[in-house]
């Protein structure tokens, strides 16, 4: 039999040219293949099959990332304009910028697997988030598995390797009370099945991989029900030394791991389209199978041999397998790869199913001929399988050998730059709105207790547990801490071995406010992150982002306007905050075409971020502490309650207005509230999001250390605030903190000019949480009984 | 070079607690070395006082936990495990390593099986040291200390309930958790051998080695000391050993 074939495009048409781009699964345009066929003349021959698979996984949206490279003619409210690549223009150029503003700050960003910033003279620290939708949706578990496997690997293959040290998670599902009868297409998968697959996906990978899954967030929406979002991410440190690595020519390529084999044909293709029910049948082949303890022992071997030198260069094998690895090695300086070499999990595969194979748990490492020796013996120690795969030669071409006939022979040079896509997207702003004293509580303790049980808000506690969050000893601050250990906390904190500073990690996505104002929604995931970071003890000077977003339909300009306009408000706020972003991605096609017609997501940005807390000492978490303190809100609070869980609980989320982010005054802010951590004045802080003031007052309370007193009329505001809107508005920018009575006048001092009033205390008397507004008593109730709400919220489901 | 106690962790594929475990022995005054198990033989014994299986999933703990890394252990090391405890050598087993030992047969007869809920569990819990028999590993800890816990498989069971209750009677069950965690029997969270030195515990010491590492910010240790509870049973059991092999005379 042979093992490749040569695919005669030269003759065909535009509409053949589709139809085999179909045919074969490479979810390649007309106008790509058209493109592709161009190549080929010029080149004077036809394509094998290998070579087109090679050029579909290179120019896959998954891998190049074409929707935020386009040319996008965006009219808002009528008014036109051209964005030449979101990317460009609101991403790299802008954190290059901002590199520019923070020299050694950021010591690679945006061509590596991750990107690293400083940590102390001797580490850098990264993180990576991806997404991994399509296989959850089709098969949760092995999804979420293989989603948080591939991203420890891309942390495995930053720089010359760098060591997971933490991890986080964020879900999207439908609710997990929605009706059988909600589902309005067949091999739907119910949201329940769903969430108890991806966490146990995460679970059994995260905790055998022994790396402390830490952060993570699960927002509720039906508009997930179809199309559910999971996002991996995990940081890494690394000795500043190993981020710098080049192939060069003469060099022995190598892969370390798993076996190769037929599971995850198309993941990178697949990955880029749209899903239907048939998809739950046809497209169960491109989604991985994971193997935690072949990628543990790959792993240890990475690291190790990094650590003795042996690696000029290290790359992980994810979507687009070998081909999309070899070809970032050797796409510039040429080689040759054999098939022949490669160890299969099954026999009788064909050339082009090995070379883009997304089998998982392998590393692809291009080393100096001589460490081949003690490489072996390292996998020998490891348990690990290491196979040479070719070797790099400085010709510019990539060759792939199979049965001693060559399969594929590609001068990469003419596919760096695929086709440019054009693309139409508009964006109405939405009329003026209404305030929120039309939606005023009429009983805002019935409220408060509506809101703590919400499927927003409601603690994620039964999760939370089944990952080791304390694997590796260095977590500091927990997911759930405070006097009982099942407090909320803002950010992870992390001890790093061998440096006296420690790593922050956050998250914060906002999709509820993306349906009605995109552009508030970026602005105000990137203040909620970075607030996040900063509460609990990160310098505001040493943050770093990520941006990762998915998205429904691109080709509906509607709903790429929203994109557009949320990336606008996002690049804004890190510009004010001077806070780059260093990695980032983008999942497309997250719509369903149901028997009703396409569900699409809306916008979800989700903004993840680490920053460097400098010293031990400066670690705040967000429970309460002690009887006695003062209890000072930091920020304004304003009268917009649009987005919050509030309205969408009265029913009113787009009738209101969505708060804006008046990041520049913020930022100042948290330059005070930074000064007082270091002072040592801060006991506790919380960040004011989801279920605004009412809620952050009860979770820091649910330390039990104390009862809290709190006058609404004391809380600084804007434009003339409701007492609904100072009890649940989500206003952006605010912290609450507890102070020591007598560390009060200096705090005040420090912000002297600023927003921020002591709204309250605590106290021994009573362990309630009584909220009266100048005088007259508006909630008054047992913090324990609050807590019960909350915290038994998901139980029933998980 | 001063002689100091040596401890030597053997490493499994699927392993994951080795660094930290190394990283606390060293902080008490061990000599570490962490061992992959490709590399274990008997003569790698030498010299070594005490041996440490950390935690993890060995082998993916695919089958009962623990139950590969014992045949492989069994195959590499024979009895010398057995033979080392009897010269005087120490043996702790924590997490997988204490499903391990039980495995081995080098800790009284019984099972570390799932938690009777099911699930996987990450938690700080309270602990009681039993009052029948002393722990070299357990001399420097309070009557009740906390520590982390984090496994699906550590109810441990016997097979007439009467047994745990006589394991604890006997002195062997040195651990016990202060409430029901996982449906062990009589709450069993560590157990010891007959000599004494061998322990294995389903928490994780070397997740609690300094102050910080508690959730309460406020948490303060008894002496008003940095360090956590589990810094103090690598402590004890450094001690213990200097003790006996002469070396803190000597030093």
Known sequence: MSFYRHIPIAGLDGKQLQQLSSDMKLSLSQEDMEAVQAIFKDWNREPTDVELEVIAQTWSEHCKHRIFGAQIEHVKDGKSEVINSLFATYIKELSERIFARKPGFVLSAFHDNAGFITLDDNLAICLKVETHNHPSAIEPYAGANTGIGGVIRDILGAGKGAKPIASLDVFCFGAPDTKAEQLKADGVIHPLGVMRGVVRGVRDYGNRMGIPTVGGAIQFDESYIYNPLVYCGTAGVIPRQYIDKEVTAGLKIISVGGRTGRDGLHGATFSSAALDTDSHEEDIQAVQIGNPIEEKKAADFVLEARDRNLIEFVTDCGAGGYSSAAGEMLSEVGGSIYLDEVKLKEPGMVSWEIFISESQERMVLAVKEESLPELKELADIYETELTELGDSDGTGILKVLHHDETVCELDCSPLHNAPTRHLQSTFTTPEARASSSEFESKDPAADLKSLLGDFAIVSREPVIREYDHEVQGNTVLKPLAGATGDAPQDSAVMFIDGSERLMAMSQALLPEWGKYDPFAMGAACVDECFRQLVAAGANPDKIALLDNFCVGNPEDPAELGGLVECVKGMAGAAETYVAPFISGKDSFYNYFETDEGPVSIPVTALISGIGVVDDKSHVTGASIRHANSVICLIGSTGDAIGGSVYARQQGVGGVAQVPASDCETFLEQYRSYHEAVKNGWILAAHDISEGGLGVALAEMGFSGKAGLEINLGEQPVSDDASQTARLFAETPGRLLVEVAAGDVQSLLATFEGKAIAVIGRTTADHDRLQISFNGDAVIDEALNELKEIWKNGLTPYY | ?251
């Open chain 2, 1 to 251: 070079m001063e002689k100091r106690p040596h401890a030597l962790l053997l490493k499994f594929p699927g392993t994951n607690c080795d660094a930290e475990t190394a990283r606390a022995l060293k902080a008490v005054g061990f000599s570490a070395d962490v061992l992959p198990i490709s590399q274990v033989s008997p003569d790698r014994l030498e010299g070594v006082d005490l041996v440490v299986l950390s935690g993890g999933f060995s082998y993916g703990d695919y089958v009962m936990a623990g139950r590969l890394a014992q045949l492989v252990s069994e195959q590499r090391l024979g009895d010398a495990l057995k033979q080392f405890r009897d010269k005087g050598g120490y043996l702790l087993g924590i997490c997988n390593g204490f499903q391990i030992l039980t495995r081995m047969g080098l800790l009284p007869e019984g099972s570390l099986i799932h938690n009777d809920t099911g699930r996987f569990k990450c938690n700080w819990v309270k602990l009681k040291k039993g009052s029948q028999k002393d722990s070299p590993f357990l001399r420097g800890l309070p009557d009740e200390f906390e520590l982390p816990i984090a496994h699906a498989e550590g109810r441990f069971v016997t097979k007439d309930a009467s047994e745990a209750e006589a394991l604890v009677a006997d002195g062997f069950g040195v651990l016990t958790y202060t409430e029901d965690i996982n449906g062990s029997f009589n709450q069993i969270a560590g157990l010891q051998d007959e000599s004494g030195r061998v322990l294995g515990l389903m928490p994780h010491p070397e997740r609690f080695i300094w102050s910080e590492h508690h959730y309460d910010p406020d948490w303060k240790n008894e002496n008003g000391g940095e360090h956590g509870s589990g810094y103090y049973m690598f402590q004890s059991i450094f001690e213990e050993i200097e003790e006996k092999s002469g070396l803190k005379a000597k030093a």
